[in-house]
């Protein structure tokens, strides 16, 4: 079943309607998360709404959005003044033009969404949008309020329905002057760089998103698992970065260290393991989730400790 929609209204292309449906296209639902406790009691730390001068605490519905002009200066808005600011998009996703993918600077980029018709009604004109724009391989540039805010949206056609992808404006985006004019040139050697591209092309592939695991996520589970064991924590040795002395040497090494990895059987098997810890990492905490008798318990820990003298 399909998450509950962020929005609701219609998408248009001059005089071609259609209801439609936003939804969030990404989730970080199933990640590790921690709550906040007090060390002393176990207690969850709960966070009042107080006032800043009095201290007392305020009810949500006493609760109004407000401007900083200066320092004890705000002005205040309220919900329906905002609910006032009547923008098209807050109902409608006009299509206003299309352009090429590749127009689009990466940065702009915030974060994807799922775009299908709401409701029974709108599937042809829905299919005639998203046919046109996959038809002329461009991405459609609309807008959108979420959120009480007005967002560029880019659309293109994914499957049966259409992505949409937030995009941020260019006030958003930062100068990299700021963060590269001081960045030395440095010139690149031709042998450096044929020393690079081999090891560039050793490594080349195509991307396969279910090859990677979330090895901190992985971390994370494990160590619960092992405190909920009541088995002791040891610290593992940070990775260290060298400093590169004669880069030049350096890219041989790692050049001979491909070549030696490329005799030697890739590990096919243990890769297909992780993954498959990946993906139900939930399933991970499942065997200590319930409370279990000491007996059973203490049963287990020596196996596993065997388990592991064996590994």
Not at 53 to 61: A, K, L, Q, S
Not at 116 to 138: L, Q
Not at 279 to 292: N, S, T
């Amino acid at each position: 079943m399909a998450p509950r929609a962020n929005w609701k209204g219609f998408l248009r292309l001059s005089l071609v309607t259609c209801p439609v449906a936003l939804y969030p296209a990404t989730s970080e639902s199933e990640k590790v998360s921690f709550n906040q406790l007090n060390r002393a009691t176990g207690h969850r730390i709960k966070y009042l709404k107080v006032d800043a001068d009095t201290g007392d605490e305020v009810p949500n519905e006493d609760i109004v959005k407000g401007y900083k002009v200066d320092t004890d200066t705000f002005i205040e808005v309220t919900k329906e003044e905002l609910e006032n600011v009547a923008l098209e998009s807050t109902r409608t996703i006009e299509i206003d033009e299309f352009v090429d993918k590749t127009d689009i600077d990466p940065r702009y980029l915030i974060r994807p969404y799922y775009l299908r018709p709401d409701g029974k009604v709108g599937h042809d004109a829905f299919a005639v949008i998203r046919e046109t724009i996959r038809d002329m391989d461009k991405v459609a540039i609309g807008r959108v309020v979420l959120t009480n805010r007005e967002h560029i949206i880019a659309l293109e056609p994914l499957d049966k329905g259409l992505m949409g992808t937030l995009l941020r404006y260019p006030y958003e985006v930062r100068d990299p002057a700021e963060y590269f004019d001081e960045i030395q040139d440095v010139k690149v050697t031709k042998d450096m760089l044929d020393l690079a591209r081999h090891i560039v092309n050793q490594k080349a592939g195509s991307f396969e998103p279910e090859k990677f695991e979330d090895q901190y996520e992985t971390a994370l589970v494990d160590l619960i698992n092992q405190k909920r064991a009541g088995k002791p924590i040891v610290a593992k040795d940070r990775p260290k970065g060298e400093n590169v002395v004669d880069l030049m040497e350096a890219l041989r090494r790692s050049v001979g260290g491909e070549k030696s990895a490329e005799a030697a059987p890739a590990p096919k098997k243990p890769a297909k393991k992780a993954k498959k810890a990946a993906a139900g990492q939930k399933e991970m905490l499942m065997p200590i989730a319930g409370k279990k008798p000491a007996k059973e318990a203490s049963a287990k820990k020596p196996a596993a400790g065997a388990r592991r003298k064996s590994a």
